[in-house]
């Protein structure tokens, strides 16, 4: 293996002159509306290249410390960080799981109050944001309490299978609550009885959720930035349903109907959207061409005795993805060189932050 740490620093420099060059061309172009469009496509080229390569210089130094003391106590404090923000993240979805019981009959009260059809799909939301919480829930203590004889892989997918469950559930409820208020709308008349207490009793659940989401904001990690997105679509559609009870009550009948179609059309986007990127990881779904591209830098750069990759796939078994390679080598080489040489890129591709499992294959011809 190379002694001497790769780098990737002649194609930085030449890549950052390109880019540098190209974006005085834009601005020129720019001014003078001449080839505006391509100018502008090869700088998106120039500044998609530019940060690939410092990813790929990323990853080289990342692999070449790792077996530095430095990083063995920089992982060791990331590992002290990793555990409080657990923690500080554990106490916000307990409070997050309360927040919801106290939002589920506030608006169970205001609904049968109010007779606001834009009130009863916050309610709705509310059942079915308290079941989605219990199913995660029950799936994450499953995960933990796996059976490793019965589940040698584990059960991580499990979460992922409760997600789409769950986002099914929102779907079919939500287009429901629309064909019936798009009915009321057309054939039916109704009488709303939205009064100060209940827009009060609405605005304190919607002050909880903004509470929550500066916290969640607070401690950045990728589970809070996931509560922070269903925080943020609450306080959205509390805020959309209260206008339309009280341009129903008060202005337009009409208003109270739309905008509960409003509510349960942002809902229903929401949750599609999240289907569309949940179920590619749970069928082996490809990755990106980027992660592609991290892998294939790796491989190449890790041992000057790997003549050729012969082939290469990187497809999601859950969150994370699995690499399989298939790497052509010299016939000559012994068993122990061919052997330390794969352990080792095989060790390097598992520190990629979107890496599961790795299996390498050796050939000694394409």
Known sequence: ?????????????????????????????????????????????????????????????????????????DNKKNYKDIRNNRRSYTILSRASLVINIIRLFVNLIASFSSGSYSVISTLID????????????????????????????????????????????????????????????????????????????LLFTVACKFLLLLGCRRINTPSSRVLSVDLKSDILTNLVAIAGAYVGTNFWIYGDSIGCVFVCTFIVYSWYTSLAEQIPLIVGGQLKQEQYNRVVHLSINHDRRIKCLDHILVYYIGVKAQVEINIVMDEKLTFKDIKYITETLKYKINMLDFVERVFIHCDYKS
């Open 1 to 73: 293996m190379d002694k001497k740490f790769p780098n990737n620093n002649d194609s930085l420099q030449l890549l950052s002159k390109k880019y540098i060059e190209n974006k005085s061309s834009s601005l020129l172009f720019g001014i003078l509306k001449i080839g505006e469009q391509k100018s502008k496509g090869v700088l998106a080229y120039y500044e998609r290249e530019l940060r690939m390569v410092k990813i790929f210089q990323e990853d080289l130094y990342m692999t070449h410390l790792s077996n530095n003391k430095k990083t063995v106590k």
């Open 126 to 201: 509310s059942c079915l944001d308290l079941m989605t919480g219990l199913i995660i829930h029950y799936a994450n203590h499953a995960i933990e309490n796996t059976n490793r004889w019965l589940y040698p892989r584990g059960r991580e997918r499990l979460e992922i299978l409760c997600g789409i469950i769950c986002g099914i559930f929102m779907c079919i409820a939500n287009f429901m609550m629309i064909i019936n208020s798009i009915k009321v709308t057309f054939y039916g008349s109704t009488v709303l009885n939205v009064n100060t207490i209940t827009i009060v009793f």
